[in-house]
């Protein structure tokens, strides 16, 4: 399993961008799919986002196409999730998880992840 950190939220106004950082430790990276989810007050925990080990194939919700970009930089171990025109239906705590393989990727399911970060807080509000 890697170990997973999160970064970058934080308290934005409707309309603004931010970007999570997801760094992760561990000899496997490269072999790792990681998806981004989130979870608001209330609500089941999404999956928002993920892309597979190389890079080569990434998975959207559709609540966030067009708006949101995920990528990786195997050589710094990070993914990223370039959240823009953000609105207060994005307000919610995000997670980044990880599994070998891509499958994982093709609907973005909690339950096919196996190792987690602890989280980082967005808020969209005025």
């Known amino acids: 399993q890697l170990q997973l950190v999160e970064s970058g939220g934080g308290l934005v106004q409707p309309g603004g961008s931010l970007r999570l950082s997801c760094a992760a430790s561990g000899s496997t990276w490269n072999y790792y799919a990681i998806g981004w989810f989130r979870q608001a007050p209330g609500k089941e925990r999404e999956g928002v986002s993920c892309?597979?080990?190389?890079?080569?194939?990434?998975n959207y919700a559709d609540s966030v196409k067009g708006r949101f970009t995920i990528s990786r930089d195997n050589a710094e171990n990070t993914v990223y999730l370039q959240m823009n025109s953000l609105t207060p239906e994005d307000t919610a705590v995000y997670y980044c998880?990880?599994?070998?393989?891509?499958?994982?990727?093709?609907?973005?399911?909690?339950?096919?992840?196996?190792?987690w970060g602890q989280g980082t807080q967005v808020t969209v509000s005025s």
């Open positions: 892309i597979s080990s190389r890079g080569g194939m990434t």
């Open positions: 998880a990880a599994e070998r393989g891509w499958a994982p990727c093709r609907f973005i399911e909690s339950a096919d992840f196996g190792s």
